[in-house]
């Protein structure tokens, strides 16, 4: 532990030590007992300093009093380990020197799912309603993640990319494409048509083509990892894996106790005090802000799985870039394409996808995975069965593509003619969460549902995509209203 850490952690482990001891300790007249366990008020060891990080080190050596030894406290608990959630934990511990922060991740490792399972893609904006925080936060993201990768040397590649209209009718999307990204500030667009789109993609038969030479790919699995690595060597932070809030407290002194335990497991039951806390949960963030004191029968969670192949090694080079299809419409999906990929999991590949499917679980990576409290939740969704409706079609079409291999290639065939069932292979798969307004509309925006349980949370109901993109901007704007309601100052 640096001088810097060992200043800040020891303090720490002292008032956390203070507000701890407030609790009776209750114990049996007629028992022996021992001072300390196994372990226990022992020096730092290096390795856990080394992978959980120097305040995680200094508090387990140094453990509470033992009938509290379960609590621990913090200014900021972030609910979510996905790459929003730990980009927000580092922007508040970046801002604010004093503050010590906890991630609390239900899985046993940060990015398990939709940060881990996408085509990894970096956003230039084009998509997204001028003005909208996801305008804002993709433009400003896509920035702000090509630099955090040059400064931390992970591999992120401006390859650029082609959204084409297969006909003339198509086109017109092109042109709005261009107009609305370029109100969102993206640079370098241009419209392509059919001899200067042959020029970069000779694989490619289109009309017409919307060329952003700022659009990219990067490992957000990766990326996590190293602001994970950050939050831990900063010596306020902690990631506290395994741990599933199942509910929350207001308790004495404004502030809020956190009970979580191992995903399927009865106990030990863990408890986290903190004064805020922000939840980032993805698939989860309507019923986590149910549990912060939000409204549970607002943005409610859809989940969609999207199925990606890859081209087998000898293929893989028949395109050099992201390569779209217009937007098929209904606000989701934005359709299969070709994206290379700088997985340090995977490979580099060429993928190809991903579909939209609803899933009968919210993490059902498979079509046959199911759980009823999730069907139940999405079939008793009056909104999305308004969005199923206007855009049955749509709906239906994606289901079939998720279980016909055919269907699915003959969409990329469209514009990659030549792509045959004999040169793709299966890959992952992925599964995105939507939140649905009254009226069947695909929310359009990120939603921040604020100044919950008396004003101690702030919870993101909905990122879907561009949040990996924008996670970096995105956690700026979490960190202002945090800021905002919280009455925090710098």
Same mark, same amino acid.
């Given at each position: 532990?640096?001088?810097?850490?060992?200043?800040?952690?020891?303090?720490?482990?002292? +008032?956390?030590?203070?507000?701890?001891?407030?609790?009776?300790?209750?114990? @049996?007249?007629?028992?022996?007992?021992?001072?300390?366990?196994?372990?226990?008020?022992?020096?730092?060891?290096?390795?856990?300093?080394?992978?959980?990080?120097?305040?995680?080190?200094?508090?387990?050596?140094?453990?509470?009093?033992?009938?509290?030894?379960? @609590?621990?406290?913090?200014?900021?608990?972030?609910?979510?380990?996905?790459?929003?959630?730990?980009?927000?934990?580092?922007?508040?511990? +970046?801002?604010?020197?004093?503050?010590?922060?906890?991630?609390?991740?239900?899985?046993?490792?940060?990015?398990?799912?939709?940060?881990?399972?996408?085509?990894?893609?970096?956003?230039?904006?084009?998509?997204?309603?001028?003005?909208?925080?996801?305008?804002? !936060?993709?433009?400003?993201?896509?920035?702000?993640?090509?630099?955090?990768?040059?400064?931390?040397?992970?591999?992120?590649?401006?390859?650029?990319?082609?959204?084409? #209209?297969?006909?003339?009718?198509?086109?017109?999307?092109?042109?709005?494409?261009?107009?609305?990204? !370029?109100?969102?500030?993206?640079?370098?667009?241009?419209?392509?048509?059919?001899?200067?789109?042959?020029?970069?993609?000779?694989?490619?038969?289109?009309?017409?083509?919307?060329?952003?030479?700022?659009?990219?790919?990067?490992?957000?699995?990766?990326?996590?990892?190293?602001?994970?690595?950050?939050?831990?060597?900063?010596?306020?932070?902690?990631?506290?894996?395994?741990?599933?809030?199942? @509910?929350?407290?207001?308790?004495?002194?404004?502030?809020?106790?956190? @009970?979580?335990?191992? %995903?399927?497991?009865?106990?030990?039951?863990?408890?986290?005090?903190?004064? *805020?806390?922000?939840?980032?949960?993805?698939?989860?963030?309507?019923?986590?802000?149910?549990? /912060?004191?939000?409204?549970?029968?607002?943005?409610?969670?859809?989940?969609?799985?999207?199925?990606?192949?890859?081209?087998?090694?000898?293929?893989?080079?028949?395109?050099?870039?992201?390569?779209?299809?217009?937007?098929?419409?209904?606000?989701?999906?934005?359709?299969?394409?070709?994206?290379?990929?700088?997985?340090?999991?995977?490979?580099?590949?060429?993928?190809?996808?991903?579909?939209?499917?609803?899933?009968?679980?919210?993490?059902?990576?498979?079509?046959?995975?199911?759980?009823?409290?999730?069907?139940?939740?999405?079939?008793?969704?009056?909104?999305?069965?308004?969005?199923?409706?206007?855009?049955?079609?749509?709906?239906?079409?994606?289901?079939?593509?998720?279980?016909?291999?055919?269907?699915?290639?003959?969409?990329?065939?469209?514009?990659?003619?030549?792509?045959?069932?004999?040169?793709?292979?299966? /890959?992952?798969?992925?599964?995105?969460?939507?939140?649905?307004?009254?009226?069947?509309? #695909?929310?359009?925006?990120?939603?921040?549902?604020?100044?919950?349980?008396?004003?101690?949370?702030?919870?993101?109901? *909905?990122?879907?995509? %561009?949040?990996?993109?924008?996670?970096?901007?995105?956690?700026?704007?979490?960190?202002?209203?945090?800021?905002?309601?919280?009455?925090?100052?710098?």
């Amino acid at each position: 532990m640096n001088r810097y850490s060992r200043r800040i952690a020891v303090p720490l482990l002292q +008032r956390s030590r203070a507000i701890h001891t407030t609790a009776p300790i209750l114990k @049996k007249a007629d028992l022996h007992y021992f001072d300390k366990l196994p372990g226990e008020r022992d020096v730092p060891r290096k390795g856990v300093e080394k992978f959980l990080g120097p305040l995680r080190a200094e508090r387990f050596a140094n453990s509470f009093p033992p009938a509290t030894s379960d @609590k621990d406290i913090f200014d900021v608990a972030i609910v979510g380990g996905g790459i929003v959630g730990l980009a927000t934990a580092r922007e508040v511990l +970046r801002r604010y020197p004093e503050k010590t922060v906890v991630v609390l991740e239900k899985e046993d490792h940060v990015a398990a799912h939709q940060t881990g399972h996408n085509s990894g893609v970096i956003h230039a904006g084009l998509y997204y309603t001028p003005g909208s925080r996801m305008a804002h !936060t993709c433009v400003r993201g896509a920035e702000l993640m090509y630099q955090y990768c040059e400064e931390h040397g992970l591999p992120a590649e401006r390859c650029g990319k082609l959204i084409v #209209a297969c006909n003339e009718e198509e086109h017109a999307q092109v042109e709005k494409l261009y107009n609305q990204g !370029t109100a969102n500030g993206v640079k370098d667009l241009e419209i392509l048509y059919r001899d200067q789109i042959k020029e970069l993609e000779p694989n490619v038969e289109a009309y017409s083509a919307l060329n952003s030479p700022n659009t990219g790919i990067v490992n957000y699995w990766l990326v996590s990892q190293c602001i994970a690595d950050e939050i831990r060597q900063s010596g306020r932070g902690d990631i506290k894996l395994s741990f599933e809030v199942v @509910k929350m407290d207001k308790v004495e002194g404004r502030r809020v106790l956190i @009970k979580g335990r191992e %995903p399927g497991q009865s106990g030990p039951n863990l408890y986290v005090n903190a004064k *805020n806390v922000i939840t980032c949960g993805g698939f989860y963030s309507d019923r986590l802000a149910k549990i /912060s004191g939000g409204n549970p029968k607002e943005h409610r969670i859809v989940t969609f799985r999207g199925t990606y192949y890859q081209l087998k090694p000898e293929h893989r080079t028949i395109v050099s870039r992201n390569i779209y299809p217009v937007p098929s419409g209904g606000g989701i999906p934005v359709g299969v394409h070709f994206t290379p990929t700088v997985d340090v999991r995977r490979g580099h590949q060429m993928i190809v996808g991903p579909g939209a499917c609803i899933t009968f679980s919210r993490e059902g990576y498979k079509f046959f995975d199911f759980k009823l409290k999730d069907i139940l939740d999405f079939a008793t969704n009056t909104a999305f069965w308004e969005f199923v409706y206007q855009n049955f079609s749509l709906s239906m079409g994606e289901l079939y593509r998720d279980l016909s291999k055919r269907a699915f290639l003959k969409s990329g065939q469209r514009y990659v003619p030549k792509l045959t069932g004999d040169m793709v292979e299966p /890959s992952f798969s992925g599964v995105m969460s939507q939140v649905f307004e009254p009226g069947g509309i #695909a929310a359009g925006d990120y939603i921040l549902e604020r100044n919950c349980l008396d004003g101690l949370a702030l919870n993101l109901r *909905n990122a879907p995509s %561009p949040a990996a993109t924008g996670s970096l901007a995105i956690a700026e704007m979490l960190a202002d209203a945090a800021a905002e309601d919280f009455e925090w100052s710098k």
